[in-house]
């Protein structure tokens, strides 16, 4: 994968499926997808990854608060199968309001939790067996939890961004999933952290997958307007707040790509130049439907050339 899409959840089933095919078709590589309290994120990447053959999926983000590593693995495993392989796996440690508010449970000491997550959780999808016992959670297999076709292993990805965040995942992930870490975040923060971690526990070096917004239009003004009220949501979160500020931004629209082919194809430029192995792009549909065909046919041209 060098570049897909997130697509929205607000559309039916099929309506997914339909669009995953014409981002296929465009020539992107990848398909992502939410998890928030609608869809479940691992059934609809099953479903598009069999239904649209070739084409990766992934889910962005499913937090660890209110899961448990073996229903994650079933999940997980079953949706590799689905896909023949093409799954992909992200993990968060999502967010004090919406964990408390939704599933009752208090957010605490989310870094331990999400380490006993990973470290229960990878044996289960290479082996299809575990065995940990630790302060948040415990997770064994008195049956086996291997799930057939589900080849090769899942490979695990967090949506890390902190410093301690990044540790553990270059220790025990596979990868990271940056959202709206600009390109001076992403070059003198996080590549930097996670791959030093990853080093020092003797694992290949991560993948950064950064999740960018962005849009191609000849209305970059009024997509910009669009996208400065739709991305406000992700400013009520300290996480995002600081990287949006180590990213030299004041707002999260800031860190939007919006405009025409040659900006956009330029921004994309500077997250890989800051390190970034893949990048997927969000928000497509903030403008028209022909600006999201416009920035879906740059992007399966950018992942070609």
Not at 205 to 233: E, H
């Amino acid at each position: 994968m060098t570049i897909g899409a997130a697509l929205p959840l607000h559309n039916g089933i099929d309506a997914t499926v339909q669009l995953a095919r014409e981002a296929h078709e465009a020539g992107l590589r990848s398909a992502w997808f939410g998890q928030t309290f609608t869809y479940d994120s691992p059934s609809l990447a099953a479903i598009v990854g069999r239904e649209v053959p070739g084409l990766h999926v992934g889910t962005a983000a499913i937090p660890v608060f209110g899961r448990h590593p073996l229903v994650v693995s079933s999940q997980a495993q079953t949706a590799q199968a689905a896909a023949a392989g093409r799954y992909h796996l992200g993990l968060a440690l999502g967010t004090k309001q919406l964990t408390e508010a939704g599933f009752g449970i208090p957010h605490d000491r989310p870094i331990r939790l999400l380490r006993e997550f990973l470290t229960a959780l990878r044996p289960l999808l290479e082996t299809g067996s575990t065995d940990f016992r630790g302060e948040l959670l415990s997770a064994g297999t008195p049956l086996p939890a291997a799930v057939p076709g589900a080849e090769p292993p899942v490979p695990v990805l967090v949506a890390a961004m902190g410093p301690q965040a990044l540790r553990v995942s270059g220790e025990l992930a596979d990868g990271i999933l940056p959202h709206l870490a600009g390109p001076r975040a992403l070059a003198e923060h996080i590549v930097p952290a996670v791959n030093a971690a990853a080093e020092a526990a003797g694992r290949p070096a991560p993948r950064i997958v950064a999740f960018v917004p962005g849009v191609v239009t000849a209305d970059a003004d009024a997509v910009l307007r669009t996208a400065t009220d739709s991305l406000a949501f992700y400013e009520r979160f300290p996480s995002y707040q600081r990287v949006i500020e180590l990213s030299g931004a004041t707002r999260a629209a800031d860190l939007a790509l919006i405009g025409d082919e040659e900006t956009v194809a330029a921004g994309v430029r500077r997250y890989r130049e800051a390190g970034a192995t893949e990048v997927v792009f969000t928000a497509t549909d903030l403008g028209s439907e022909a600006d999201r065909h416009r920035t879906w046919k740059l992007l399966g041209e950018l992942a070609t050339g």
